[in-house]
Structures are given as C-alpha cells and as structure tokens.
C-alpha cells in the first residue's frame, strides 16, 4: 500500500535551536519526493523537490535528505525562527500516473 | 505573475445545501487539482483536471464533482453538504501534468457545514 508516514506529529522548540522531522514512504514506484511548509489558514508552500538521484538538498535553513534505499527523507531546520512555526508536510509522487500521496504533516511550534 | 486564486475564502451553510468552490491557477498552467484538509485527515486529494478533462480522482463520493473550464479555471461541485464536509479545500496548479512540476497552492476556502 502506498503510504507517507511523519513523525513527529507535534514538535515544540525553542527559537534558535535545530529540529529534523522524518518522513518514511512505502510508495513504489517512487518518483520524487517534496517537502511543504503550510502555515495556519494558508496553502502548503514548496520548500525542497528531490528526485530519486538526490541525497541532499538546501533552501536556506532547510535542508532535505533523502535515503532512496531506506526509503527515508527528513527536513532539517538549523537555527529555528518564530516564523518556521507551521505545519511541513512530506509529499511523494508516484511515478506511472503520478499518484500524489500525503504525510499527514507535523506541526512545528517554535516558542521564545 | 499571480499566484492562485480561490473563492470565496471562507463560506457558512447548513446541511442539504450544496456550494461550488472556485479557483483560478497561474497563468499558463492547465493541470488544476483539488484537496480537502481537515485536521485530523491531513491534505486528501480530490480530483485533478488537466486541459479541462478529469485525469485522476480520489476516493471521494460522487456529491464530489468538479470541472475545469477552456481558460484553465475550476469549479468543485458538493452537493447535499453533511457536517463531515467542514474542510479547508485547497487547489494547486501547475504547468504540465501530475507530478512533473512544483504545486503551487491557494489560499484555499475554508467551508463551515452547520
């Protein structure tokens, strides 16, 4: 069965520090993987697209990895801000068809 | 160049009624798909158009409809609304088909059933 599960499903942090959420696929045959930031009452924003030959991929302090192997991703978030509280939301394509698949997300609360 | 556009952005109505949701994509993308978020059922896809032909659909019921107009412009279609209908429905547009590209969200229409 095609699935995307993330973990955590709520995280807390203080401003500053780092964070990683996970994201694991079952999806096959795999695609391309992306990573969305939704920020409360708004549509999801693109953060990172990566493909099936792409380890790692960085958009200011996010940096994604992606483990093709393990079927495996994470978004790691460095020197978290009070505007990176949000929900990220891990998206995996299916390719033939290109079947879009959702994590149910995890909620980021970043706190002074 | 414009981003998404969804309307209305927020609409009350009771059960048994029915609502159309509007969304007007990027210009130059013709593969409009449609999303409902609830929160404890995270983003569920609803049906995608592309060159105002349906190409995928999720597993929704047929209360659920949609349809894409020649300028790339959606509507969705609920009818005979039940509670379990309150949801945030979001489209997204991008320029080629499903999975080839970036999907570029709205702002979404944030439905209240009473």
């Known amino acids: 069965k095609n699935q995307v599960e993330q973990s955590p499903q709520s995280l807390i942090i203080l401003e500053g520090k780092n964070c990683t959420l996970q994201c694991n696929y079952t999806v096959s045959p795999f695609s391309n993987l992306r990573w969305y930031k939704q920020d409360t009452g708004r549509g999801p924003v693109s953060l990172t697209i990566m493909t099936f030959s792409e380890n790692t991929k960085s958009n200011g302090r996010y940096t994604a990895t992606l483990d093709a192997d393990t079927k495996q991703s994470s978004l790691h978030i460095t020197a978290s801000q009070l505007s990176d509280s949000a929900s990220y939301i891990c998206?995996?394509?299916?390719?033939?068809?290109?079947?879009?698949?959702f994590g149910a997300g995890t909620r980021l609360f970043v706190k002074a | 160049k414009a981003g998404v556009t969804q309307t209305p952005r927020y609409l009350i109505k009771t059960r048994g009624q029915q609502v159309t949701l509007s969304c007007s994509p990027i210009?130059?993308?013709?593969?409009v798909s449609w999303y409902q978020q609830t929160p404890g059922q995270g983003l569920q896809f609803l049906f995608e158009?592309?060159?105002?032909?349906?190409?995928n659909k999720g597993n929704f019921p047929g209360r659920f409809s949609g349809r894409q107009f020649s300028n790339s412009r959606s509507e969705m279609n609920v009818s005979t609304l039940e509670l379990g209908d309150s949801a945030l429905y979001l489209c997204a547009s991008q320029d080629q088909g499903a999975g080839a590209n970036v999907l570029t969200f709205g702002a979404g229409s944030r439905l209240t059933v009473l």
């Open positions: 210009s130059g993308h013709r593969s």
């Open positions: 998206v995996v394509i299916r390719a033939g068809g290109f079947k879009t698949i």
């Open positions: 158009y592309f060159s105002e032909t349906q190409r």
